[in-house]
């Protein structure tokens, strides 16, 4: 089967090439230069884990950033309070990627991390990223419908263009979230992104699969397993990235106990 567009068939997860995901392409259509969606997210990103964690007794604290693929900045949002970050990821390609990456990453992740030290949270830190990246983040292999099998492992967690971003079946969109909030302890803060109004995207020459939602498929997904938490429309740009609407983000904390979680 030839994949095209997301609204000629419903393409199910198992269905798309990641086998073939070409995260170079990937990184040099997004990522090459800081775009002011990112910026904004990051900005988000800051207020909201540098403010939980500055407020926190620490004890040992676990990230994960679910299907990470080729970006690094959601990993460096929680790198600086974490003990370790899981960079868990399905695809090959992007697993050597970010193999590659963990000694020394590429210079253009440089203002993605100059962004995050805009908050005094950040900034007040005595690290050499590289460093504490190095030290820190850890590449897993895996599939986020397996996630299952590791109950609420870590206490903090990122999950950036995904659950939307690697199935047009409503349904794996919904269980992706699940399975993503499923991973965290109660309590812990989380941030996650979407992509509004997608149908499908391109990586190179490939095609790959979206589900097309809004800010109320994403707090719907979310309700069940989130305890406060905040949904935010981010506007499109033009000329930044093609075939979405804008961006969603969502972050706050998972309810405090699993006594608060209904059956789904």
Known sequence: MTLRSSGDVQVQNADAPWDSFDPIAYVDHNYRDLQAEDAEILNILREHFG????????????????????NLYPAFSMMPWADEVTLFERSPGNVRYLEDQLDSYDDAWNPFWDALREHEAYASLDFDPRERFRKVAKVEQGSIFDLERFGGRWSVGTMFFVAESMTSDPGEFALGVERFMGALAPGAPFAAAFMEGSEGYHVGDLFFPACKVGKTDVRKSLEPFAGDFEVQRLKARPGVRAGYTGMILAHGWRKNTDAEIPAV
């Not at 403010?51 to 080729?70: E, K, S, T």
């Open 51 to 70: 403010g939980h964690f500055r407020n926190q007794g620490l004890g040992p604290v676990y990230g994960i950033d679910v299907g990470a693929g080729a």
